[in-house]
């Protein structure tokens, strides 16, 4: 048994006693809460592995961008392309993609008139 005496809890306002810095509540809070911004901030977990996979998988069946090849020009993809951007609530399904070249490609974004710069590819 510690023979300290108790004192209150560190987290504002708690009136719980305690040995250590917080009350048990407050220290797995406080733990919790270390976790998560100690962690690396991600921006978006859609673009992660799996949309890695998905992506090669799409350019592997597209080989050609599907732009030029309406165009009867054979160029090789380069980056694929959300017709519905993720940002908008578009998918990786492959219904969502198109495979371009990097010419096409900037040319849809400056035309959808593109609000994400760049990023949201
Ligand atoms: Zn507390
Ligand atoms: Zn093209
Ligand atoms: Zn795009």
New binding site residues.
């Given amino acids: 048994m510690p023979t300290k005496p108790a004192h209150?809890?560190?987290?504002p306002n708690?009136?719980?006693l305690?040995h250590s810095r917080?009350?048990?509540?407050?220290?797995k809070?406080a733990n919790k809460q270390y976790e998560r911004y100690g962690r690396k901030y991600r921006p978006s977990k859609r673009y992660g592995r799996a949309w890695k996979r998905i992506r090669d998988n799409y350019a592997a069946a597209h080989p050609l961008c599907e732009m030029c090849l309406q165009q009867g020009r054979y160029t090789p993809t380069e980056q694929i392309h959300h017709k519905l951007p993720l940002a908008q609530g578009g998918t990786n399904d492959t219904q969502n993609l198109m495979a371009l070249c990097k010419a096409c490609h900037s040319r849809i974004h400056s035309e959808m008139g593109d609000r994400w710069g760049g990023r949201n590819l």
């Fill in positions: 209150p809890c560190a987290y708690c009136p719980k305690t917080y009350c048990e509540e407050h220290t809070l």
